[in-house]
């Protein structure tokens, strides 16, 4: 059975990092972009970062740019999440997603398997 397991979350006050780590288990992903999102109360689930098979290029969502940074190991079958400079409004449940393609740019019916999610408070 897939899974991918988020871990890392919790509260923070605003201005502090937090770094999110998804472990996937039951197949390897190394061949497959992999992304996180993420979704706030009353708000529709938005993308965040990705990043391509072999960690060799990136994308970010404008509201994490510069703050957010998406890395993998693909030895250890997991994608991490470094969050800095957080703000109240990255408050959310984050999810990590493994994508159909090697390569993505965010879009999310290009995602096949998700995680469970997990809760980030960043309070002011």
């Known amino acids: 059975q897939v899974q991918l397991r988020e871990s890392g979350g919790g509260l923070v006050q605003a201005g502090g990092s937090l770094r999110l780590s998804c472990a996937a288990s039951g197949r390897t992903f190394s061949s497959n972009a992999m992304g996180w999102f993420r979704q706030a109360p009353g708000k529709e689930r938005e993308f965040v970062a990705t990043i391509s098979w072999n960690g060799g290029s990136t994308y970010y969502a404008d509201s994490v740019k510069g703050r957010f940074t998406i890395s993998r190991d693909n030895a250890k079958n997991t994608v991490y999440l470094q969050m800095n400079s957080l703000k109240p409004e990255d408050t959310a449940v984050y999810y990590c997603?493994?994508?159909?393609?090697?390569?993505?740019?965010?879009?999310?019916?290009?995602?096949?398997?998700w995680g469970q999610g997990i809760q980030v408070t960043v309070s002011s």
């Open positions: 997603a493994a994508s159909s393609l090697p390569v993505s740019y965010g879009r999310s019916y290009e995602y096949v398997y």
